[in-house]
């Protein structure tokens, strides 16, 4: 990802809220049945005929028909002549798909020490990106530097028309207002839509992060992926998390997605709210960093270049014993902590995203080995997130998406009022 040189605010700049912002729209993380939805989703794949579409859908020809007019006069749909079937009798079929050239999406992940911003198109794959260290700063100043470098990349994206802003974040999240308490960055009511909203002048959706990382596994993948059931998302990395979806949706809880921050591993780390031995504490990535540091696994270093997780995982690579076993350490909590959350909600799979497991790729058969150790259920649909390292871009590219999956008609008139 490339990281180009933004200009920032000052710390005390801060958008005209109040009077500028639009109001935040809930994302809408689920399989919609509306037709228009359906359709669309349909199309994201490619050029696909009406035909074919009310196949997939288990619409009619004529409804199929009818959505998809509408969808190409708003603009979110394109004719592909160039595909028309050859040697065809009769009135020619002409396929059609999603526009993927015109308009697209900001997302925004928000993480404990970096940011990603990216842009998406509607099917959502994901144009290009950058990353930029979360400021730390006050909550309006923070978030008011990340919208204007938000702002900053789309603008160099001339040639496409933005329609959404997506932010994802953790902490406990209020949907309806985009306001979010975030403990880790000691924000409290931090009005994340209001900001976003009157800097990008874009409708804006804010969810908890690890929902959206279901929510992407739910839909962004293509049709033959989806299975019925219920599944569970376990996220860590320097922050952890859950979230549970239910057939063709994620479970959003009114007062916000659950916490396994501070369940107990039985080590001996110290968690800054007192206790000992907490999961974020024991195997968030920082925390795991400076016991490697202290140890002297990984040398101390100063500004710039300051010792990084990745010098952890170039040790072990590297030979290093020490190194191995605090990540074959790792690796076991993070096994016995998802068969543990595994048993409490017996779910049909469970899918482990984030870098702590990705990250060192030798540690994942040491975490599935201690999952099936320590689950007391049958053996499960374990497996690893699709989209691996980039999982945080995801969840942000489905909050920006997301309204338009549920109500494609309805999001785009809202979008270019």
Known sequence: MTSPTLE???STSTPNTRIAARPAVPPELRIADNPAAAVLRSATRGPIFRDSAAHTTGL???????????????????ERADRTASGAVGRPRIPFEVDT??????????GATVTRIIAADLSGRILGGLEIATPQAGQ??????????????????????PLWTGVALAGRVDAAAGVVDHPRLGWRAAPVAAIFGAVLDLPVSVSAHVEAMAAAELLLGSADEQRPGSSLYVYVRETAGIAVTMHDRVHTPASGPGSIAHLPTGSEVNCACGR??????????AALLARAVAAGIVPKREAPRRPAIADLYRAAAGGSGPARELLDERAEILGRTAALVRDMFNPDRVVLGGQAFTGYRPGIDRVAQAFAKNT????????????????????????SLSVFYADPLSAMRRATR
């Open 8 to 10: 920032r605010p000052s």
């Open 60 to 78: 009619s020809i004529a409804t199929v028909n009818r959505q998809v007019s509408a969808l190409l006069s708003a603009g979110l749909l394109r």
């Open 101 to 110: 050239d015109t308009f697209a999406t900001v997302g925004v992940h928000i």
């Open 140 to 161: 309006d100043a923070a978030l008011t530097i990340i919208a204007r470098s938000a702002k900053a990349f789309l603008d160099r994206l001339p040639r496409r028309r």
């Open 276 to 285: 000992r031995g907490c999961l974020e504490a024991t195997v968030g990535e």
């Open 376 to 399: 007391a259920l049958p053996s499960a649909d374990l497996r690893i997130s699709r989209f691996g390292g980039r999982v945080q871009e995801h969840a942000a590219a489905v909050t």
